[in-house]
Protein backbone atom coordinates (compact mmCIF):
# COMPACT_ATOMS: atom_id res chain seq x y z
CA UNK A 1 0.00 0.00 0.00
CA UNK A 2 1.29 3.23 -1.09
CA UNK A 3 -0.26 7.16 -0.44
CA UNK A 4 -1.88 6.72 -3.94
CA UNK A 5 -3.46 3.26 -2.66
CA UNK A 6 -5.11 2.37 0.07
CA UNK A 7 -4.79 -1.12 -0.56
CA UNK A 8 -8.12 -1.62 -2.38
CA UNK A 9 -9.08 -5.07 -4.09
CA UNK A 10 -8.76 -4.97 -8.06
CA UNK A 11 -11.29 -3.31 -9.58
CA UNK A 12 -12.23 -0.40 -7.05
CA UNK A 13 -11.07 3.06 -7.03
CA UNK A 14 -7.97 4.13 -6.22
CA UNK A 15 -7.53 6.41 -3.15
CA UNK A 16 -4.99 8.63 -2.15
CA UNK A 17 -4.47 8.98 1.93
CA UNK A 18 -3.91 12.15 3.63
CA UNK A 19 -2.30 12.14 7.30
CA UNK A 20 -4.41 15.04 9.55
CA UNK A 21 -2.26 16.56 12.44
CA UNK A 22 -4.73 17.62 15.15
CA UNK A 23 -5.37 19.57 18.12
CA UNK A 24 -8.49 19.89 20.41
CA UNK A 25 -9.79 21.36 23.62
CA UNK A 26 -11.48 18.37 24.92
CA UNK A 27 -13.42 19.87 27.43
CA UNK A 28 -16.70 20.36 25.84
CA UNK A 29 -16.21 17.08 23.46
CA UNK A 30 -17.74 13.64 24.51
CA UNK A 31 -14.47 12.13 23.34
CA UNK A 32 -13.28 11.48 20.06
CA UNK A 33 -15.39 8.63 18.69
CA UNK A 34 -18.69 9.06 17.20
CA UNK A 35 -21.90 8.91 19.77
CA UNK A 36 -25.09 9.19 18.83
CA UNK A 37 -26.56 12.87 20.63
CA UNK A 38 -23.53 13.61 21.44
CA UNK A 39 -20.90 15.84 20.39
CA UNK A 40 -17.41 14.49 19.71
CA UNK A 41 -14.55 15.19 17.72
CA UNK A 42 -14.50 13.23 15.27
CA UNK A 43 -18.47 14.28 14.92
CA UNK A 44 -16.99 17.88 14.55
CA UNK A 45 -14.56 16.81 11.89
CA UNK A 46 -16.66 14.39 10.00
CA UNK A 47 -19.12 17.36 9.85
CA UNK A 48 -16.81 19.88 7.76
CA UNK A 49 -15.62 16.91 5.92
CA UNK A 50 -19.65 16.42 4.72
CA UNK A 51 -19.95 20.08 3.97
CA UNK A 52 -16.72 20.02 1.79
CA UNK A 53 -17.78 16.50 0.05
CA UNK A 54 -21.03 16.21 -0.16
CA UNK A 55 -20.78 16.19 -4.04
CA UNK A 56 -18.38 14.00 -3.93
CA UNK A 57 -19.58 10.71 -2.01
CA UNK A 58 -18.73 8.42 -0.55
CA UNK A 59 -17.61 10.29 2.19
CA UNK A 60 -14.15 9.20 3.91
CA UNK A 61 -13.78 7.76 6.95
CA UNK A 62 -11.30 9.04 9.57
CA UNK A 63 -8.94 6.69 11.17
CA UNK A 64 -7.12 7.88 14.14
CA UNK A 65 -4.06 7.33 16.30
CA UNK A 66 -5.73 6.55 19.50
CA UNK A 67 -9.09 7.40 20.80
CA UNK A 68 -9.21 9.75 23.49
CA UNK A 69 -12.05 10.00 26.37
CA UNK A 70 -14.56 12.59 27.05
CA UNK A 71 -12.84 15.91 28.11
CA UNK A 72 -9.36 14.92 27.18
CA UNK A 73 -7.01 17.24 25.06
CA UNK A 74 -5.05 16.95 22.02
CA UNK A 75 -2.07 19.37 20.69
CA UNK A 76 0.02 16.09 18.61
CA UNK A 77 -3.41 13.74 17.31
CA UNK A 78 -3.08 12.08 14.58
CA UNK A 79 -5.57 10.50 12.00
CA UNK A 80 -5.80 9.24 8.02
CA UNK A 81 -8.71 9.65 5.45
CA UNK A 82 -8.18 8.33 1.90
CA UNK A 83 -9.64 10.35 -0.94
CA UNK A 84 -11.16 9.43 -4.13
CA UNK A 85 -9.17 11.01 -7.22
CA UNK A 86 -12.31 13.07 -7.38
CA UNK A 87 -12.49 14.58 -3.94
CA UNK A 88 -8.40 15.67 -4.39
CA UNK A 89 -9.70 17.11 -7.74
CA UNK A 90 -12.09 19.53 -6.06
CA UNK A 91 -9.51 21.01 -3.25
CA UNK A 92 -7.47 23.49 -4.21
CA UNK A 93 -4.92 23.23 -7.20
CA UNK A 94 -1.16 24.52 -8.02
CA UNK A 95 -1.24 28.39 -8.90
CA UNK A 96 2.18 29.44 -10.05
CA UNK A 97 5.72 28.12 -10.04
CA UNK A 98 6.54 29.07 -6.08
CA UNK A 99 2.91 29.91 -4.27
CA UNK A 100 1.82 30.33 -0.88
CA UNK A 101 -0.79 27.64 -0.62
CA UNK A 102 -3.95 28.73 1.22
CA UNK A 103 -3.07 26.71 3.96
CA UNK A 104 0.01 29.11 4.96
CA UNK A 105 2.52 26.71 3.78
CA UNK A 106 5.31 27.58 0.80
CA UNK A 107 5.12 25.53 -1.74
CA UNK A 108 8.25 25.10 -3.96
CA UNK A 109 7.97 24.81 -8.09
CA UNK A 110 8.30 20.88 -7.99
CA UNK A 111 5.48 20.38 -5.52
CA UNK A 112 2.78 18.30 -6.77
CA UNK A 113 -0.82 18.71 -7.72
CA UNK A 114 -1.83 16.01 -5.48
CA UNK A 115 0.48 17.75 -2.69
CA UNK A 116 -1.33 20.81 -3.09
CA UNK A 117 -4.33 19.32 -3.13
CA UNK A 118 -3.24 17.42 0.32
CA UNK A 119 -2.27 20.32 2.15
CA UNK A 120 -5.51 22.61 1.09
CA UNK A 121 -8.11 19.94 2.86
CA UNK A 122 -6.74 21.64 6.37
CA UNK A 123 -7.12 25.01 5.34
CA UNK A 124 -10.84 23.95 4.14
CA UNK A 125 -11.74 22.18 7.05
CA UNK A 126 -10.36 24.87 9.65
CA UNK A 127 -12.13 27.31 7.27
CA UNK A 128 -15.38 25.68 7.36
CA UNK A 129 -15.26 24.58 11.35
CA UNK A 130 -14.17 28.61 11.91
CA UNK A 131 -12.16 30.78 13.80
CA UNK A 132 -13.32 30.18 17.13
CA UNK A 133 -13.56 26.29 17.08
CA UNK A 134 -11.87 24.05 19.73
CA UNK A 135 -10.62 21.28 17.24
CA UNK A 136 -8.51 22.36 14.38
CA UNK A 137 -6.31 20.24 11.99
CA UNK A 138 -2.76 21.79 12.09
CA UNK A 139 -1.77 20.32 8.98
CA UNK A 140 -2.71 17.90 6.12
CA UNK A 141 -0.11 16.13 3.75
CA UNK A 142 0.46 12.96 1.53
CA UNK A 143 1.03 9.88 3.70
CA UNK A 144 4.16 7.59 3.33
CA UNK A 145 3.79 4.75 1.98
CA UNK A 146 2.37 2.21 4.46
CA UNK A 147 1.04 4.64 6.81
CA UNK A 148 -1.93 3.86 9.04
CA UNK A 149 -2.84 6.38 11.62
CA UNK A 150 -3.93 3.48 13.97
CA UNK A 151 -1.95 0.74 13.32
CA UNK A 152 1.44 2.24 12.10
CA UNK A 153 2.34 4.14 15.33
CA UNK A 154 5.42 2.85 17.83
CA UNK A 155 4.30 5.06 20.77
CA UNK A 156 2.00 7.87 22.39
CA UNK A 157 2.92 10.38 24.30
CA UNK A 158 0.79 12.26 27.45
CA UNK A 159 0.90 14.68 29.71
CA UNK A 160 -0.93 15.37 32.63
CA UNK A 161 -1.01 18.52 34.77
CA UNK A 162 -1.26 19.01 38.43
CA UNK A 163 -1.33 22.10 40.47
CA UNK A 164 -1.25 21.03 44.50
CA UNK A 165 -1.80 23.06 47.13
CA UNK A 166 1.60 24.67 46.54
CA UNK A 167 1.67 25.49 43.42
CA UNK A 168 -0.72 28.73 41.41
CA UNK A 169 -4.21 28.18 40.57
CA UNK A 170 -4.31 30.05 37.56
CA UNK A 171 -8.16 30.19 36.34
CA UNK A 172 -6.59 30.44 32.68
CA UNK A 173 -5.27 26.81 33.18
CA UNK A 174 -8.56 25.81 34.62
CA UNK A 175 -9.50 23.66 31.75
CA UNK A 176 -6.36 21.87 31.31
CA UNK A 177 -5.04 21.09 35.04
CA UNK A 178 -6.41 19.50 37.78
CA UNK A 179 -6.16 21.57 41.35
CA UNK A 180 -5.75 19.04 43.92
CA UNK A 181 -5.67 20.50 47.72
CA UNK A 182 -3.24 18.42 48.96
CA UNK A 183 1.25 18.59 48.67
CA UNK A 184 2.40 16.27 46.85
CA UNK A 185 6.11 14.66 47.06
CA UNK A 186 7.90 14.91 43.59
CA UNK A 187 10.12 12.65 44.65
CA UNK A 188 8.04 9.72 45.80
CA UNK A 189 5.86 10.39 42.58
CA UNK A 190 8.79 9.80 40.47
CA UNK A 191 10.01 6.68 42.61
CA UNK A 192 6.74 5.35 41.76
CA UNK A 193 6.89 5.98 38.34
CA UNK A 194 10.38 4.77 37.67
CA UNK A 195 8.99 1.57 39.45
CA UNK A 196 6.13 1.24 37.14
CA UNK A 197 8.20 1.01 33.73
CA UNK A 198 8.39 -2.22 31.35
CA UNK A 199 5.85 -4.67 29.85
CA UNK A 200 3.61 -5.77 31.95
CA UNK A 201 -0.32 -6.73 31.72
CA UNK A 202 -2.01 -3.37 32.95
CA UNK A 203 -5.44 -5.10 33.96
CA UNK A 204 -5.00 -3.65 37.21
CA UNK A 205 -5.07 0.14 35.61
CA UNK A 206 -7.79 -0.23 33.15
CA UNK A 207 -11.44 -0.51 32.47
CA UNK A 208 -11.23 -3.88 30.51
CA UNK A 209 -13.00 -4.56 27.04
CA UNK A 210 -13.99 -8.43 26.38
CA UNK A 211 -11.54 -9.58 24.03
CA UNK A 212 -8.79 -6.95 24.08
CA UNK A 213 -5.61 -7.12 25.92
CA UNK A 214 -4.41 -5.21 28.59
CA UNK A 215 -0.55 -6.20 28.38
CA UNK A 216 1.29 -2.72 27.16
CA UNK A 217 4.95 -1.60 27.15
CA UNK A 218 5.08 1.56 29.64
CA UNK A 219 8.26 2.96 28.16
CA UNK A 220 8.66 5.83 29.58
CA UNK A 221 6.94 8.19 33.25
CA UNK A 222 8.59 10.77 34.97
CA UNK A 223 7.27 14.00 36.97
CA UNK A 224 8.49 17.19 36.98
CA UNK A 225 7.54 20.76 38.27
CA UNK A 226 7.26 23.51 35.37
CA UNK A 227 8.39 27.20 35.85
CA UNK A 228 4.91 27.56 38.00
CA UNK A 229 5.19 24.70 40.39
CA UNK A 230 2.57 22.64 38.03
CA UNK A 231 3.09 19.01 38.10
CA UNK A 232 3.51 17.41 34.85
CA UNK A 233 3.58 14.02 34.32
CA UNK A 234 5.12 12.61 30.82
CA UNK A 235 3.56 8.99 29.72
CA UNK A 236 5.03 7.59 26.84
CA UNK A 237 4.20 3.53 25.86
CA UNK A 238 3.58 1.64 22.40
CA UNK A 239 -0.63 1.69 23.49
CA UNK A 240 -2.57 2.40 26.20
CA UNK A 241 -5.93 0.84 27.16
CA UNK A 242 -8.81 2.42 28.57
CA UNK A 243 -8.40 5.12 31.55
CA UNK A 244 -4.59 3.69 31.86
CA UNK A 245 -3.28 7.08 32.30
CA UNK A 246 -5.24 8.59 34.31
CA UNK A 247 -4.90 5.40 36.49
CA UNK A 248 -1.35 5.57 36.67
CA UNK A 249 -1.80 9.22 36.97
CA UNK A 250 -3.84 8.15 39.97
CA UNK A 251 -1.40 6.07 41.67
CA UNK A 252 1.58 8.60 41.77
CA UNK A 253 -0.94 11.00 43.61
CA UNK A 254 -1.53 8.53 45.98
CA UNK A 255 1.79 7.95 46.40
CA UNK A 256 3.14 11.63 46.62
CA UNK A 257 0.17 12.48 49.23
CA UNK A 258 1.63 9.68 51.98
CA UNK A 259 -1.51 7.25 51.34
CA UNK A 260 0.46 4.18 48.94
CA UNK A 261 3.86 2.97 49.72
CA UNK A 262 6.26 3.95 46.51
CA UNK A 263 6.17 0.35 45.30
CA UNK A 264 2.41 0.09 46.23
CA UNK A 265 1.39 0.95 42.39
CA UNK A 266 4.06 -1.42 40.92
CA UNK A 267 2.78 -4.47 43.74
CA UNK A 268 -1.10 -3.31 42.83
CA UNK A 269 0.21 -3.89 38.71
CA UNK A 270 1.69 -6.82 39.45
CA UNK A 271 -1.19 -8.36 41.53
CA UNK A 272 -3.70 -7.22 39.05
CA UNK A 273 -6.22 -6.26 41.56
CA UNK A 274 -6.81 -3.09 42.67
CA UNK A 275 -9.14 -1.60 45.25
CA UNK A 276 -9.03 1.75 46.88
CA UNK A 277 -5.71 2.35 47.27
CA UNK A 278 -6.05 5.57 44.50
CA UNK A 279 -8.78 7.22 42.74
CA UNK A 280 -8.52 7.69 38.58
CA UNK A 281 -7.88 11.11 37.91
CA UNK A 282 -10.08 13.32 36.29
CA UNK A 283 -9.59 13.89 32.79
CA UNK A 284 -9.31 17.20 32.20
CA UNK A 285 -5.88 16.93 33.35
CA UNK A 286 -4.75 14.86 30.27
CA UNK A 287 -3.42 15.91 26.89
CA UNK A 288 -2.00 13.57 23.80
CA UNK A 289 0.63 15.18 23.03
CA UNK A 290 2.24 13.31 20.31
CA UNK A 291 2.42 10.14 18.17
CA UNK A 292 5.69 8.59 17.48
CA UNK A 293 5.88 6.55 13.64
CA UNK A 294 9.01 4.31 12.54
CA UNK A 295 10.69 5.29 9.76
CA UNK A 296 8.95 5.69 6.20
CA UNK A 297 10.02 2.15 5.03
CA UNK A 298 8.86 0.52 8.49
CA UNK A 299 5.42 2.02 8.58
CA UNK A 300 3.86 -1.18 6.47
CA UNK A 301 5.59 -3.77 8.44
CA UNK A 302 4.35 -2.22 11.82
CA UNK A 303 1.10 -2.06 11.33
CA UNK A 304 1.27 -5.36 10.07
CA UNK A 305 2.70 -6.39 13.54
CA UNK A 306 0.30 -4.33 15.29
CA UNK A 307 -2.58 -6.12 13.56
CA UNK A 308 -1.54 -9.08 14.21
CA UNK A 309 -0.37 -8.77 17.82
CA UNK A 310 -3.79 -7.19 19.47
CA UNK A 311 -7.18 -6.12 19.37
CA UNK A 312 -8.34 -2.50 18.19
CA UNK A 313 -5.71 0.17 20.19
CA UNK A 314 -6.73 2.84 22.25
Known amino acids: MDSTDAGRPDGEEELTRIRLNIAYDGTDFRGWAHQPGLRTVQGEIDKSLDILFRRHLPLP ?14 TGQVAHVDLTAE ?9 GSRRAGRSGAVLDAETSPTET ?17 DV ?17 PVWRRYEYRIADRGAPRNPLERNRTVWYPAALDLDAMNTAADELLGLHDWAAYCKP ?28 ADAFCHSMVRSLVGACVSVGQGALPERGAARIRDE ?12 KGLTLVEVGYPPDDELEARATQTRARRDPID
Open 61 to 74: TLVVAGRTDAGVHA
Open 87 to 95: QLASLDRPR
Open 117 to 133: AAASLARRVNGIAGLES
Open 209 to 236: REGATTVRTLQEFSWRRDEGGVLVATVR
Open 272 to 283: RVRGSEFKVMPA
Open 136 to 152: HIASSTLAAPGFDARFS
